[in-house]
């Protein structure tokens, strides 16, 4: 099932092998350096990868980017793994 999910990578290496998975119809969007972090938007053609996982973001929705469209899918999934509150 598609899903739109925000990474934030430690070093661009790390973006390069999560992006490197990107086939087919999956899109792509850089928000380039965020609080020390590189930054993507990516919306997956299908479940996203388990390589990207430990990567996911998840920022009050939708944060400074999002695809159109989307919107609701995002903060259903935002409600859904966002960090509990101790």
Known sequence: ?????????????????????CEGTTAAVSLGVLDGFICY??????????????YETWPEPC??????GWEAQYEADYNANKPKSK
């Open 1 to 21: 099932m598609p899903c739109f999910r925000k990474y934030a990578f430690p070093k661009q290496a790390d973006a390069d092998k999560v992006l490197a998975l």
């Open 41 to 54: 938007d990516i919306l997956w053609q299908d479940d996203a990868p388990k390589e990207a996982t430990q």
């Open 63 to 68: 944060g400074v980017h999002a695809f159109a």
